[in-house]
């Protein structure tokens, strides 16, 4: 399996997780504070109620950090997130990764826009992945009523797909296509009351194709010109020769500046020209980062690829200037 970018970053990885009401969210996290996994995180609340219903948990809401029996750290988000996250620095050496929980009802934008914007939160974490939970009996209604519930799944890296016991084998067909109309490129995970293994949702890496393709070698094979969903769409591409580090941001910075609102979530892998690491490339809406995660393994081919997930994406354009980023 390919390098995730925790093996070269030493950054804390950062997962948000999301889904909307009723999905299991509030389980899967009662599971990450209480279960005895080997693992230690820091869980980042932002709207406590939500969590507080659930008697698993008894903890003094007059403080804002909690450290739970198995070492995980809970905290409940008052106030700024990067002020909360600066905090749990000091407390680096207790946890292995950190978790933002967002409302039920929330784009998780603005969450995953944090770990772009501030140099302080930049220089120690890194956006792991967005994971949404998601309820497989009542997605169909959902999609129907709320553009929040489709958003999370189109920011999604990993979905939760929970609840499958109460949908037929052919139901849950069709409701992994509906997903699979908004968003090709998430890994799915099928659920009862969220029971996943952690480490399908924690620390993956996401936004790195070599690793998924390690996983699925034909992961961006075929014909994807097709997309049955109106409003979002996902689309990839692929450069084979070295990619222009220069060009590439001039272009990519003039497309989220001008198409930015609409582009969702926007990630790849780039080989630049006379450079030996791979280049991980990530955008939430306008506001992007990357950085150099390893180096290209012997005998992987060195091709850029980059995935695009929003509206209105108009898929010549994107190709046409994907591919004038070649270097020479």
């Known amino acids: 399996m390919a390098d995730t970018i925790a093996d070269t970053s030493g950054l804390i990885p950062v997962t948000v997780l999301t889904g909307y009401l009723g999905a299991g969210k509030t389980t899967l996290l009662n599971r990450i504070l209480t279960e005895d996994h080997g693992k230690k995180y820091a869980v980042v609340i932002n709207e406590f109620g939500e969590l507080g219903v659930d008697n698993d948990l008894v903890v003094d809401t007059d403080e804002e950090v909690f ?79 709320s553009s929040e519930a489709e958003d999370q799944i189109a920011f999604a890296d990993v979905i939760v797909l929970n609840k499958t016991d109460l949908v037929t084998e052919e139901e849950l067909v069709a ?34 194709l070599q690793r998924i393709l390690a996983i699925e070698p034909g992961f961006l094979d075929g014909d994807d010109d097709h997309e049955h969903n109106e409003d979002i769409a996902s689309m990839s591409f692929e450069v084979e020769a070295p990619i222009d580090p220069e060009k590439f941001n001039a272009w990519i910075g003039a ?70 980023c070649s270097a020479g």
């Not at 992994?176 to 949702?201: K, M, P």
Request: with cysteine; charged share 30%; net charge positive.
């Open 67 to 145: 450290e739970m029996n198995n070492g995980c750290i809970c905290c409940t988000v008052r106030g700024d997130l990067i002020r909360i996250v600066g905090g749990l620095m000091k407390r680096r050496d207790k946890f292995d990764g950190i978790i933002i929980e967002t409302t039920g009802l929330a784009n998780p934008a603005p969450v995953a826009q944090t770990f772009f914007v501030d140099d302080g939160v930049k220089a120690r974490t890194r956006l792991d992945a967005i994971v949404t939970v998601v309820d497989a009996k009542h997605l169909p209604d959902r999609l129907k009523d």
């Open 175 to 208: 409701v992994e296509g509906l997903i699979r109309q908004i968003n090709r490129f998430a890994t799915i995970h099928r659920t009862q009351r969220s029971a996943v293994a952690i480490d399908q949702v924690l620390n993956q890496g996401a936004f790195d």
């Open 255 to 324: 497309l989220l500046q001008d198409k930015g609102q609409d582009l969702l979530r926007t990630k790849g892998i780039l080989s630049y020209a006379n450079e030996d690491r791979r280049f991980a490339f990530q955008a939430v809406h306008m506001i992007a980062d990357g950085d150099f995660i390893g180096p290209w393994k012997d005998g992987d081919p060195r091709v850029s690829r980059l995935v695009f997930i929003g509206r209105n994406l108009n898929r010549p354009q994107l190709r046409r200037g994907f591919e004038a």
